[in-house]
Nanobody, 126 residues
Framework: QVQVVESGGGLVQAGDSLRLSCVAS????????IGWFRQPPGKEREFVAT????????IYANSVKGRFTISRDNVKNTVALQMNSLKPEDTAVYYC???????????????????WGRGTQVTVSS
């Protein structure tokens, strides 16, 4: 199994930046893809960004493309989500999720991820 823990959330103003981190532990040697998802208040969980094991394939939701950047450091078992130009509609609980494997492309589907963190709150005030 792979365990993931998110950190870095907080309260910011519109236009500010935040950097979320996801630290993986457990059976990380087998490789894993990472996805970031978020759940706005009163809404369903939605895809934000994903990166594959080697870090050479990423996918972003249209709503964050050009503002958010996902990256990873496999030595430190850490995946970061750099969020710039934040908007009030980015307010949500952000979740990191892991999908075991070294090959293939990352997935945008919630059902494809096996291991989830507890989430970190991001609140953007207008």
């Amino acid at each position: 199994q792979v365990q993931v823990v998110e950190s870095g959330g907080g309260l910011v103003q519109a236009g500010d930046s935040l950097r979320l981190s996801c630290v993986a532990s457990g059976r990380t040697g087998s490789g894993y893809h990472i996805g970031w998802f978020r759940q706005p208040p009163g809404k369903e969980r939605e895809f934000v960004a994903t990166i594959n094991w080697s870090g050479d394939s990423t996918i972003y939701a249209n709503s964050v493309k050009g503002r958010f950047t996902i990256s990873r450091d496999n030595v430190k078992n850490t995946v970061a989500l750099q969020m710039n130009s934040l908007k009030p509609e980015d307010t949500a609980v952000y979740y990191c999720a892991a999908r075991s494997g070294r090959s293939g492309v990352p997935s945008t589907r919630i059902a494809d991820y096996d291991y989830w963190g507890r989430g970190t709150q991001v609140t953007v005030s207008s």
